[in-house]
């Protein structure tokens, strides 16, 4: 699962990505992308670690996938740049919190630039379907041109007049249908402010919140100044500078939680794990994310919810013997930390 930044330049997208990842920025990747992995935390997983105290703990894990910052003024190359960030199952958009204050603004100019690169990538492909519809074909091949041939108008007639792809609720074959095209107004969308040294502590102004209900924010270069210090000197600037707490953490689980993520846990003595599963994901689903064999051979799984395990003092056993651990067949739909053991024919 891959997670996109963008932004203008000079929004300190690349600080960002370092403040997730721990990876500093390589020069000669600016213009191609760079991408490294970043834990996803979970205090529950913690919790049931310090518990159970197995050999090894495992969070899962999240591609951050940095790219080129956009030319706020020159919209000439921004379509290519923005052309990186599709292969993303969602994207962030960075904002200069701190040298502007027109965030809302910013937000506004930035969602332009993915509604006219989502645009150039429909337009292109509309005259090879309108050559395609001129040519004789089987019945069922020109209904499938003519459909495309209407989606496609559609989906240009939104996109001009300033309507993500997102808005035209697209039935599963349309989207299906379009899939290739990995439009960026298609894709989930975070949006998160890159503070300065002042006002972190404050709220989002309602502007930006009217846009983007769920938009984030944290002084990123302030807490990498703080956690390079030495611990007794940290505490002292954070009490003076009234920082309470670091948001690394918390961002990481919006982004991943935002793009419409999830996590089921495995637990064990060798190992408590966490799984990264889509939302509405089903049990043979989350099988084959442990391993392809477990969906194959899908018998059943035995689920337990987290805050039962919690009651049952993080006992699968107390869970059993209060009949609260559930036999749950393929279609089951996994709830987010619910505890998971999947059984399979050998």
């Known amino acids: 699962m891959k997670i996109g930044l963008v932004g203008y330049a000079g929004t300190g997208k690349s600080t960002v990505f370092e403040w997730l990842t721990g990876e500093k920025p390589d020069p000669a990747k600016v213009q ?17 670690a310090a518990v159970l105290q197995p050999k090894k703990t495992t969070y899962t894990k999240v591609a951050i996938l940095d790219t080129p910052g956009l030319m706020l003024d ?26 502007r204050t027109d965030w809302a603004e910013q937000l506004r100019k930035f969602r332009e630039e993915l509604l006219f690169a989502d645009l150039e990538v429909v337009a292109n492909r509309l005259p090879k379907v309108e050559a395609a519809l001129k040519k004789a074909k089987p019945p069922k091949e020109r209904e499938a041109d003519e459909a495309e041939f209407a989606l496609l108008q559609r989906l240009i007639a939104a996109l001009e007049a300033g309507r993500p792809a997102s808005a035209l609720g697209l039935t599963p074959d349309e989207e299906k249908a379009i899939r290739s095209f990995q439009l960026l107004t298609l894709k989930p969308e975070i949006v998160f402010v ?5 006002g972190f502590n404050d709220p989002l102004p309602a502007d930006l919140l009217a846009l983007a209900p769920t938009a984030q924010q944290a002084p990123v270069k302030l807490e990498m100044e703080l956690l390079a210090l030495s611990e007794d000197d940290r505490s002292t600037f ?42 509405g994901c089903t049990a043979v689903e989350a099988a084959a994310c442990i391993h392809k064999d477990l969906s194959e051979k899908f018998v059943r799984a035995n689920v337990i919810s987290y805050d039962d395990f919690v009651a049952c003092g993080y006992s699968e056993k107390e869970a059993k013997a209060r009949g609260l651990c559930r ?7 996994v709830h987010d930390a619910d505890i998971v053991h999947i059984l399979a024919s050998s």
């Open 194 to 198: 890159n503070r300065g040294d002042s």
């Open 327 to 333: 036999t749950e067949g393929k279609t089951y739909v």
């Open 32 to 48: 191609q992308g760079q991408t490294a992995m970043a834990d996803v935390p979970d205090q529950r997983l913690a919790r049931i």
């Open 238 to 279: 954070m009490a003076d500078l009234g920082v309470t707490g670091f948001r690394r953490d918390a961002t990481i689980r919006a982004m991943f939680y935002g793009v419409g993520r999830e996590v089921f846990f495995t637990v064990g003595e060798d190992e408590c794990r966490s799984w990264s599963i889509p939302q």
């Open 74 to 99: 020159e919209r000439k190359d921004n379509a290519r740049r923005l052309g990186i960030i599709r292969e993303a199952n969602g994207i962030v958009v960075i904002l200069d919190g701190f040298s």
